[in-house]
């Protein structure tokens, strides 16, 4: 019992330390479990994953559980610092290390990639290969441009032309389409897909966004296909801007969208009821964009958020239900052609979009906003 508290509370001062303190593989703050197997403090999440791996992994509570004086010392030896050196010393600069809020698949791959593949110990470069290789192709379930079923379809993602393309049939010799690398983005999407493997994936087309949404059942092969497009965005850029360094690039690889969500909004005039619409907000081009349902292959509208010297701003409504709307939390967001109002169904939704359309307004517009603005402007 005396040995039980003594060892716990050594545990409990050792993952105050620099490197300890957040979790080994998601960089989640205050770890309480460890990997006594692999020497690393991991969250409670984290911890779950690691075991599914008991061939390589055994995971305690460092409050709870009954440590024994060797684990602790194998801790104390080893620890998260001593483990990224080995188990992260060749991680390419384009393959994408999830954080605390990335989805399921994206983490537990990665914690199988480190530690159960051993893929960036610099054992071999097997791994490096298949991301890197001149083409990367898999069958993946699409969903249907029309319908909601998802179909199997082949990709193929080159290196050589810097294009995505995928096929109805394997053996098809043309593709039903070719995306070039150029403002494709890959983003996981496991609920607003269904699938916990659900990958979206954008890019524009005749000043539209266009939505692809796919899935593969076994979560190394989407995981690998995120990775091989973040390669191969990352060989175009490289080649586009020579000038640029990869820590430049890589975080333009790939994006989230700053929120997403259902919101009620009227149209241009007032006696126009309310709809429910799916947007989504970006931060970088500072659009808006509205879809009917959050699937739709491209966006019914969208509204450019400039700054706020230009125009621009935002706030609270209070709602009443009026017009076919049936939410009351308002956002009334005014640009130099139009205001808008539109209605959350809860208050933190309301909140998180103030915030996020706070974020862009707040930010100065680039030359390129400008020159985008008068586009977007003269097109309407
Ligand atoms: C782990 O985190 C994911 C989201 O990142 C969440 O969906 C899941 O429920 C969490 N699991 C546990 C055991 O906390
Ligand atoms: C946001 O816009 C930029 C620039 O057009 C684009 O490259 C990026 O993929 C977009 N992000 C999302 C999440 O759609
Ligand atoms: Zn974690």
């Known amino acids: 019992m005396a040995n039980l508290a003594r060892n716990n509370k050594i545990l409990l001062e050792l993952v105050q330390r620099p490197g300890n303190n957040v979790c080994a593989d998601c960089s989640a703050p205050e770890p309480d479990w460890a990997s006594y197997t692999l020497g690393v403090f991991v969250c409670l999440n984290c911890s779950g994953m690691h075991r599914n791996l008991p061939s390589v992994s055994k995971v305690k509570s460092i409050r709870l559980d ?18 990224k050196a080995i188990f992260e010393k060749c991680v390419p600069t384009f393959f994408y290390k999830p954080r605390q809020n990335d989805c399921i698949v994206l983490k537990d791959q990665w914690i199988r990639a480190k530690y159960e593949r051993r893929e960036f110990t610099g054992e071999n470069n097997r791994f490096l290969q298949i991301y890197t290789s001149e083409q990367f192709e898999s069958p993946m379930w699409k969903k249907g441009r029309v319908n909601k079923q998802f179909l199997k ?44 493997h659900g990958l979206q994936i954008s890019y524009s087309e005749d000043d539209h966004t266009r939505n692809l949404f796919v899935y593969h059942d076994d979560g190394q092969t989407v995981v690998t296909f995120f990775n091989a497009i973040r390669a191969t965005r990352l060989a175009y850029l490289l080649r586009k801007h020579q000038t640029l360094r990869n820590s430049d690039l890589v975080p333009q690889l790939t994006s989230k969208s700053l929120k997403e969500g259902y919101m009620e909004k009227t149209g241009p005039t007032t006696r126009e009821s309310f709809k429910k619409r799916w947007f989504t907000l970006n931060l970088t081009n500072r659009k808006l964009l509205y879809l009917k349902s959050p699937l739709d292959a491209t966006e019914k509208g969208f509204a450019f958020i400039g700054s706020e010297s230009h125009g621009y701003s935002v706030s609270a409504c209070s709602g009443q239900s009026k017009r076919g709307g049936r939410w009351r939390w308002g956002i009334f967001l005014k640009t130099p052609d139009r205001e808008y109002v539109f209605m959350c169904e809860q208050e933190s939704e309301q909140k998180e979009w103030i915030e996020a359309f706070r974020k862009i307004i707040s930010q100065p517009m680039t030359p390129e906003d400008y020159a985008n603005e008068a586009n977007l402007r003269r097109g309407k």
């Open 66 to 83: 009954y440590w024994d004086s060797s684990l602790v010392e194998f801790m104390q030896k080893r620890g998260n610092s001593e483990a």
């Open 153 to 196: 379809r082949n990709f193929l993602l080159s290196q050589r032309d810097f294009t995505l393309k995928y096929f109805i049939k394997e053996d098809s010799k043309v593709p039903k389409a070719v995306i070039s690398m150029k403002d494709l983005n890959a983003d996981f999407q496991p609920e607003k897909i269904g699938h916990p």
